[in-house]
């Protein structure tokens, strides 16, 4: 499959070759199912399958629109919808939505929201009321995405990483993470935390700052916070985000998401 996709990436004449069509919906069904994914774990990073990108864009250039009812609603699309949810073990309350192509892991539970093609959500998550998983973002086990939480996705460029949430974080309401940032495993977000490549994340548990890029260690607790910035027309505040401390071993996994804010006093 790889080797077929990578040459119709070169040549796009080859999308009309039944063969390599056939390779890309085999990718897609296996997406849809979790046995590929865009972006694996190794050793203590992540691997970007550039390939598996790929055979996405490509899957949008072979689909043709069509009308998807549901009724009473309609919808005019290249890209079916999930479905059999009762088969996969997955709760689903409308209106949410998850493309074709996306990973549903047992257990997951989809309140109003939406999780986009190429995306993989493990077992045990929580997709909160008007959350969004964008394409191809990596959700791990036993994840709360908070309502109206906005989790990135990206298609292009194919060597860009996705967002990556690890396992058992809490990402608060209305919070953003986009741009491929990794959020590292029993990591706490507060409410409306904002997280981009650009973003400055602050260790401010020391006496001198520590600042990270597109990364929130491991247990950490983040709160959104602003720095002063010089400008042509002066001085200005910007938004960043501060690490206030780390996630107690002693509180249980299950009640620590919550408590972990309330340690410091900070609203989920």
């Keep these: 499959m790889q080797e077929l996709i990578e040459k119709a990436w070169v040549d796009r004449t080859l999308l009309t070759n039944p063969n390599v069509q056939q390779a ?4 897609i069904e296996k997406l849809d199912t979790g046995i590929l994914r865009v972006a694996s774990p190794k050793d203590n ?11 996405i864009l490509l899957y949008f250039s072979i689909q043709k629109m069509e009308v998807i009812e549901i009724p009473p609603f309609k919808f005019y699309d290249k890209i079916p919808l999930k479905n059999n949810f009762d088969k996969i073990g997955v709760r689903i309350v409308p209106h949410g939505i998850a493309r074709y192509g996306s990973y ?3 257990g997951v539970v989809m309140m109003p929201s939406y999780v986009n093609i190429g995306a993989y959500v493990d ?3 929580m997709v909160d009321t008007w959350a969004t998983v964008g394409s191809c973002a990596q ?7 908070s309502g109206g939480v906005g989790i990135g996705g990206v298609l292009e460029p194919v060597q860009a990483s996705p967002v990556i949430i690890e396992d058992n974080c809490f990402i608060g309401s209305r919070s953003i993470v986009v741009e491929g940032v990794r959020v590292c495993k029993e990591a706490v977000l507060g409410a ?8 400055k994340i602050i260790d401010v548990t020391a006496k001198e700052p520590v600042e990270y890029k597109a990364f929130i ?18 001085e200005y505040q910007v ?6 401390g780390k996630r107690k071993e002693s509180t249980n996994l299950k009640t620590s998401l919550n408590d972990a804010l309330r340690d410091f006093n900070v609203s989920a």
């Design 104 to 106: 549903l892991a047992p």
């Design 239 to 244: 938004s960043c985000a501060l690490i206030i």
């Design 24 to 27: 890309i919906q085999q990718v």
């Design 123 to 125: 077992s045990e998550t």
């Design 139 to 145: 959700i791990g086990k036993r994840v709360h995405l």
């Design 217 to 234: 260690p491991e247990r950490s607790v983040v709160i959104p916070g602003s720095i002063n910035k010089k400008f042509p027309a002066g």
């Design 45 to 55: 990073s992540w691997i970007v399958n550039e390939w598996v990108k790929k055979a």
């Design 192 to 199: 409306n935390v904002v997280l981009t490549q650009s973003t």
